[in-house]
């Protein structure tokens, strides 16, 4: 990954690692949860895990954590998929570059398949124009979540990962009841605002008994590239205090990035050759 | 407004103005435009203009640029309101630093009221801890929405702005069809994949015809304290070409500003000394 204008080359150093297990996530002592509301996946498909990743507020970058994340484990040769579930602002497409629209099958909608083999399902890919607004209420959003896991060949996956919209409402709701998810990462960034959202999705996750694996925090910290020195823009790491707060571990420091959000942007983030420790524990 | 670590001064030059004309807003040749499913008033309350900031991704800073545009109508001798529209993710209180709870009076929910005097209802005002989730399905939390028009005593307003929530769904939809809004200020950053987001917002106005006042483009730039240099962390302005793409004008342009990061934090908005231009066009 290159630039000509002389940005940042993203470099994620030991004090930045975002080492989600994959021993943790894909160990075979899959706990079994009781889904309330259960909601039966596409006949012809088979899905190892569920992780969703969620935010609490919105401008995190938790898509971008997402495609990273699903990427590496794709690089580890595991059979990945991402259901975009922000239905009414989906990024996923346009991360990935995503240009083609989904396709009707003999087993169900065909998911777009990116460079690296990621199987996406998303709103965005059903539009004819990505700006299009899609003006749904609540109970219709759930519902087009529920087909994205019921209508949707996924075929065979090792995991799925659900990029959740922010917020407490009807989505993350619907995948909690509905779905057999095993956990969540939680996104934040330093802004103490931020802080108290992200902990009311932490709270519904417990009230709703879905295991946390992990908190990621994304814009720790920008580093000028004329000088080298580092700004804490949106304020200092709060990352250990809100670990501590909400009783899970810190899983990644992330540093605001001017190549990775252009690299997002031009759906060129395939080419994000960051190295996250993905070892067993 | 100072900090002790030499953080940037908020500074909004001229060729960083946010200019939303009071003439315009507060003009009396008022459009009327038909409420297909009109909500009713709280009876012992007039407000005068009701303008939605909106912004289709979250974490732009819309609750910001709301909190901002309040305070300087309010420091012009308006009355002015916020109702906090994001039901599950609610910024307003923190941002004004207010630790009360709303309280029930013989007209309706009595509001908090800030320093300068702006009155705001929040659903984190009615909660005895702001970090708890609130777990709503979509009706219940337009519903939500709907009892802050018809169930807060807010006296005589001449402007209450309402903080939308970010996508398409049930709460802007709810104050688009259900309340007498007369425009709505669409906030963006500089990202690509937060412009094709912001389109969609501007869509779902159109198709409303709800009249679109104009666009702020947020963390427009960062000026490096230390060397002076400006970046474009998150790509360079796209304000131009968004609002010429939407037909809409740029109202304003603000920098990335720690100093404004931290007095959203810490509850101490009304220190931001920012003159905008608020004179009649």
């Avoid at 602002?89 to 990116?114: E, H, N």
């Avoid at 931020?194 to 994304?218: C, Q």
Wanted: with cysteine.
């Amino acid at each position: 990954m290159s630039f000509e204008d002389g940005a940042d080359r993203l470099l994620v150093t030991p004090g930045s690692e975002l080492y989600v297990k994959v021993g943790r996530i894909m160990s075979n002592e899959r706990v079994k949860r009781p889904v309330p509301f259960a909601h039966k996946l596409n006949e012809s498909s088979s899905i190892g895990r569920v992780i969703g990743v969620v935010s609490g507020k919105g401008g995190v970058g938790k898509s971008t954590v997402t495609a990273l994340l699903a990427q590496q484990f794709a690089r580890k040769g595991l059979k990945v998929g991402i259901m975009d579930a922000d239905i009414t602002g989906p990024s996923i497409p346009r991360i990935f570059g995503l240009k083609d629209r989904l396709k009707a099958g003999q087993y169900g909608l065909i998911p777009c398949v990116t460079s690296e083999g990621i199987k996406v399902v998303s709103m965005n890919l059903l539009l004819d124009d990505e700006t299009e607004a899609v003006i749904y209420r609540g109970p219709v959003i759930a519902g087009a979540v529920k087909q994205f896991w019921s209508d949707v060949y996924w075929g065979d996956l090792d995991v799925l990962f659900i990029d959740m919209p922010p917020g407490t409402g009807d989505v993350p709701l619907t995948v909690y009841q509905s779905l057999p998810i095993d956990g969540v990462v939680i996104v934040s960034s330093p802004q103490q605002l931020v802080s108290m959202i992200v902990t009311k999705a932490y709270d519904m996750a417990n009230k709703l008994h879905i295991p946390v694996l992990g908190l990621v925090e994304n814009y720790s910290y920008y580093k000028c590239p004329d000088c080298g020195s580092e700004h804490y823009i949106f304020g200092e790491s709060k990352a250990d205090e809100l670990a501590g707060t909400i009783g899970c571990k810190v899983i990644g420091r992330l540093p605001i990035d001017p190549a990775l959000a252009r690299l997002s942007d031009e759906g060129r983030i395939s080419e994000a050759d960051i190295v996250f420790d993905l070892e067993n524990e």
